[in-house]
């Protein structure tokens, strides 16, 4: 990465909606790799799993998959998968994975969230349901209706 902004590492997944970057965020094993493989099943283009480097970019969050995982992805009960990958993102928004006890509201406003210095838009999604993937894609459709 170019600037002299000195990246942050984070612990998340993230994958391209079309133009925009979704984070997927939670602790190990809520997820993340999961959702992002059904998310690119349905046509999201891989950006990093597990970890990546994040800073401020004109005003906007963009991410940066460190070589060493590049187009890597953890499939559980399968293993480390080579997968296609776009290398960095500007990221759109946030979901923070939750378990089911925590569940989802009926109906949602976004939180926030500060990374590297910026806030974006977090919502919250039990990811394990068929319909996740389609609830974090319609997320993205909401949010560019609002630019």
């Known amino acids: 990465m170019t600037g002299s902004q000195e990246p942050e590492l ?3 997944t993230a994958v391209a909606i079309g133009e925009t970057g979704v984070l997927l ?3 190990s094993g809520a997820g993340k790799s ?3 493989l059904r998310l690119i099943d349905r046509g ?3 950006i990093g799993d597990d970890y990546l480097h994040a800073r401020q970019v ?3 969050l963009q991410v940066v998959v460190p ?3 590049a187009g ?3 499939v559980r009960g399968v293993g480390i998968m080579p997968m296609p990958h776009r290398p960095t993102a500007m990221i759109g928004l946030a979901i923070h994975l939750s378990n089911e006890a925590e569940g989802e509201e009926r109906l949602p406003n976004p939180r926030e969230t500060v990374i590297a210095g910026v806030t974006i838009p ?3 999604l039990f990811p394990f349901p068929a319909s996740a993937p389609i609830k974090v894609e319609l997320l993205v459709s909401c949010l560019k209706e609002r630019l």
């Open 67 to 69: 070589d060493r995982i």
């Open 25 to 27: 965020l939670g602790p």
């Open 44 to 46: 999201a283009t891989l």
């Open 58 to 60: 004109d005003g906007g």
């Open 10 to 12: 984070i612990h998340a």
């Open 122 to 124: 977090l919502y919250s």
């Open 34 to 36: 999961d959702l992002a």
């Open 72 to 74: 890597l992805i953890e």
